[in-house]
């Protein structure tokens, strides 16, 4: 189910830095986090979700993130614009 919300967004925002920009710029409305990537590129932008109350949601793979993405490589971090 997480997946395919991912696979219908518009214009996701895909990766860490690109996801605390938009974290901060308030224009998230759910934020997904792969439970496989490293915790230490992660936590950071959880932290802003929390803070922004923005939903959390977690999925099991990078790989299958980032395909749902539309890219070629794993993603940690996808946020949806509100």
């Known amino acids: 189910m997480s997946y395919e919300k991912v696979e219908q967004a518009k214009d996701p925002v895909i990766g860490r830095k690109q996801t605390l920009k938009a974290l901060h710029a308030r224009i998230v409305k759910e934020l997904y986090v792969a ?11 959880v932290n802003a979700a929390i803070d922004t109350d923005v939903a959390v949601v977690y999925v099991d793979s990078m790989k299958l993130l980032g395909k749902a993405c539309g890219i070629e490589v794993g993603a940690a971090t996808v946020a949806l614009r509100k």
């Open 35 to 45: 439970n496989d990537a490293d915790q230490r590129i992660t936590q950071e932008v």
